[in-house]
């Protein structure tokens, strides 16, 4: 069981064979920290770890005691009681104090992880995959009790933590805050590593250097939204992709967040992260109980890219769920690119004529195929199919798709409405809105309640009345708008703090039911690109759209963002026209295909506009996806060069067991004459000895030279990509199992007298 309970001391170490967490119960019964990292012996005493300096100015805990909070690494602290940082959580006491002294009472440990009631959370298919440890803290006077809980995988570099209160009063306590987890850590050496950026140009890497005061993120629109992903990474100045110590923080859920380091005078780090507590309150009554989404802690001590495929494991295998999890994705084309909301059948089946010859799997017809939905200011809501667009309804479409070897899939907004809809005339009481307040649309929407139970059925029964009635394979989710004016008219005034947690739950929940009735349905998540692209969708929808930017270029920097938590097999990547839509640039064809690779595959541009070649092109990059979809999902991801720092950008992904891997190179502008350059690889096995698949070149290379002296990209059989924005993509294999490692070990013939032989042999002219 890897979690030791050292009862003398007090301590709890949870740890497997790449992490340590250790804990302590502190001389008042609070939980402190005293060690987070790389595994550390489990017959060391740690009490060492816990400094207890007198300092000045330190507002000690009793008369007695030593015990000042403020100098004290606290599991999950609260303000008031010297501890004058910001606290985990905050708890309204009827007598108006938010007073509370949280101490332990008991714990329990046990194999196997529980699922969340009506959240997502990471999960475990056998109990002895992780062990879960529940520490119950009880704070008299308030009445109220405090679980905190943790689990540690077995074989993964993660932990996961979050937070339960529970009220046994006969009044009534108010949470004012309640976030999932408090770390802190000893000192502040770290650069802190953020996905930040806005509609177009998500998940940017963005850095900056910890120093004393407050370093936060968030999100107040909602959901996760756009502009911060729910993500945080701390590491070492001297950290690296592939060297140092690297810490991840990722967030299981999909609304409003906060996410916070605060530097203290002592240089000690406190990272906060939970839902954010800016119009959030939560009440509860007798025998009530409220539980936080879950935080997922990921540590590496070899680099940024072990810490990101530790995510990616754990997300591919213990987050994504269902049907789809293990399954290849089909490559889809979308109509929004190629059509817009101009969709018909005749479009949609002249579109499919080209499609199906490419080898495409699956059609998506995206917006504009509902009541009179010629432009985004009306009709959503109204998901019946319009029979001028769609004279024989989809069922006709359908099934002239399948003639053609094509499966159907499906937009939908269900979230939203548009105030010139029937759904919006006869309900006008079921979107948010403020009362004695104006409606204040977003592209011409509103947000319906899903905070309201009445809401979420109709819409089950409306989505499901879609599936019943037509073989629909794939439902792509979208939500174009953030939410203001947050107030349910379902629940009483003092309620209205639940309501930006219970439309999250809301969704959650209509989402949850739909996976169960239809478990074969594709879900794609999608918010006007991705902006709710958060651990928390990937529970329901094992895709999701990455952006609406589509140029390769824009895609270079999105995708290398995201693949700092998200799995390539969650990155929804399409190819689209040139000029690009949203920048107007014009990237090679390959370029755009190189990087879409390292996704999920999907057009969307007129593909009955392609000339001869790029037919014929599209239809080699198909080809060359599907025979290679596995090894670009589940094998490790390497991010080598960054868009963010320099000219050019590469990455690659390796199979489990090294012997294979496919690697992008893109040059981002081009150089007249450019400098000497060796790409230097990851992950292969130094003794295997690898060719470059599809080449001319006669060139095979252990995998150590390709790793350590590098792969020059001007050698003959390669050329180095010339112009702007060129790429190449190159595969290579393992030609035999990998020799005996030879570095080490030399061989007694190496030595032998016939050395010497050899040399006599060099004609004397050389000599
Ligand atoms: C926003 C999405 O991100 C696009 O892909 C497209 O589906 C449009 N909405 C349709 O309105």
């Keep these: 069981m890897p979690v ?15 992490i340590s967490y250790i804990i302590e119960i502190l001389s008042n019964g609070q939980m402190a920290n005293l060690y987070f990292g790389q595994r550390v012996s489990t017959r060391g005493d740690y009490s060492y770890l816990h400094e207890s300096l007198t300092r000045p100015h330190g507002a000690y805990y009793n008369e007695t005691s030593a015990l000042a909070l403020e100098f004290v690494r606290q599991e999950y602290p609260s303000f008031g009681t010297g501890d004058f940082r910001q606290g985990a959580f905050q708890l309204l006491q009827e007598n108006g104090s938010f007073i509370t002294d949280f101490v332990y009472q008991r714990h329990h440990i046990y194999a196997g992880k529980k699922p969340l009631n009506g959240l997502p959370s990471t999960y475990v298919e056998e109990n002895n995959e992780a062990t879960s440890l529940e520490i119950e803290l009880y704070d008299a006077p308030s009445q109220t009790r405090l679980f905190l809980c943790y689990c540690i995988y077995e074989t993964r570099g993660v932990l996961t933590r979050q937070a339960r209160f529970a009220y046994e009063g006969n009044s009534q306590v108010t949470l004012t805050s309640a976030l999932s987890a408090c770390l802190d850590l000893p000192d502040h050496d770290y650069q802190l590593l953020q996905l930040s950026g806005a509609w177009g140009r998500e998940r940017h890497v963005y850095e900056r250097t910890l120093c004393p005061g407050v370093h936060s993120i968030y999100s107040l629109r909602g959901i996760s939204g756009a502009e911060h992903n729910p993500f945080l990474l701390l590491k070492r100045s001297a950290t690296t992709e592939d060297s140092g110590e690297a810490m991840a923080f990722s967030f299981v859920y999909s609304g409003n967040f906060l996410a916070q380091i605060e530097v203290g005078s002592h240089h000690s780090s406190r990272l906060l992260f939970g839902i954010h507590p800016e119009n959030f309150n939560w009440s509860l009554s007798t025998g009530e109980s409220f539980q936080t989404p879950e935080l997922v802690i990921a540590y590496s001590s070899s680099g940024m890219n072990q810490l990101s495929q530790t995510l990616h494991q754990l997300y591919q295998q213990r987050l994504v769920r269902g049907y789809w999890r293990d399954r290849p994705r089909p490559v889809i084309f979308n109509s929004w690119e190629a059509v817009f909301m101009e969709v018909s059948e005749t479009r949609l089946l002249s579109l499919a004529e080209k499609a199906a010859p490419l080898g495409i799997e699956l059609m998506v017809l995206d917006d504009g195929w509902f009541g009179q939905r010629n432009n985004d200011s009306v009709a959503l809501g109204d998901w019946q199919v319009n029979p001028q667009k769609f004279p024989g309804g989809l069922q006709s479409l359908i099934q002239k798709l399948k003639e053609r070897k094509l499966d159907f899939g499906l937009w939908i907004e269900p979230e939203m409405v548009s105030q010139d809809s029937e759904l919006f005339t006869q309900n006008p009481h079921w979107v948010l809105k403020a009362p004695n307040r104006s409606l204040n649309p977003s592209r011409h929407q509103h947000v319906l309640d899903l905070a309201n139970p009445q809401v979420t059925n109709y819409l089950f029964d409306t989505i499901a009345g879609l599936l019943r009635e037509n073989d629909i394979r794939y439902i792509k989710w979208d939500m174009n708008r953030y939410l203001t004016h947050c107030y349910s008219p379902a629940y009483s005034p003092q309620e209205q703090g639940k309501v930006l947690h219970c439309y999250i739950l809301g969704v959650y929940h209509l989402w949850e039911r739909l996976l169960q009735a239809f478990p074969q349905v ?92 790029e037919f014929s092109q599209i239809k080699e990059q198909i080809s060359f996806y599907k025979q290679h979809q596995r090894l670009l999902h589940r094998g490790n991801f390497y991010r080598l060069l960054s ?110 007298e016939e050395v010497s032989d050899i040399n006599l042999s060099i004609p004397e002219a050389y000599r």
Excluded at 4 to 18: T, W
Excluded at 665 to 691: H, K, M, T, V, W
Excluded at 738 to 745: G, K, S
Aim: some cysteine; proline content about 8%.
């Design 4 to 18: 030791q309970f050292d009862a003398p001391r007090g301590h709890f170490h949870l740890y497997n064979n790449s």
């Design 522 to 613: 594709l879900f794609e998540s999608c918010a006007a690109g991705g902006a709710r692209f958060d651990p928390g969708m990937l529970y329901y929808s094992p895709q999701i759209w990455c952006s609406d930017s589509m140029d390769a270029l824009e895609r270079l920097k999105i995708q290398y963002g995201t693949s700092f938590a998200y799995p390539l097999s969650s990155i929804s990547a399409h190819v689209s026209a040139i000029p690009n839509h949203q920048v107007r640039r014009n990237t090679p064809l390959n370029t755009r295909g190189n990087v879409s690779f390292f996704g999920v595959l999907g057009y969307e541009l007129d593909i009955e506009d392609l000339t001869p070649k």
């Design 643 to 752: 868009p963010f720092v320099q000219n050019q950008a590469a990455w690659m992904v390796v199979s489990q067991d090294g012997l294979e891997a496919i690697v992008c190179f893109c040059q981002i502008l081009a150089i007249p004459n450019p400098g000497f350059f060796r790409l230097q690889l990851r992950g292969l096995q130094p003794e295997a000895l690898y060719s470059l698949v599809g080449y001319q070149s006669p060139l095979c290379l252990y995998g150590s030279q390709l790793m350590r002296a590098g792969l020059p990209l001007d050698i003959k059989g390669i050329s180095r990509p010339h112009g702007d924005y060129s790429s190449l993509l190159l595969h290579l294999s393992a030609t035999s199992a990998p020799l005996p490692n030879l570095d080490y070990a030399f061989p007694q013939e190496c030595f032998s």
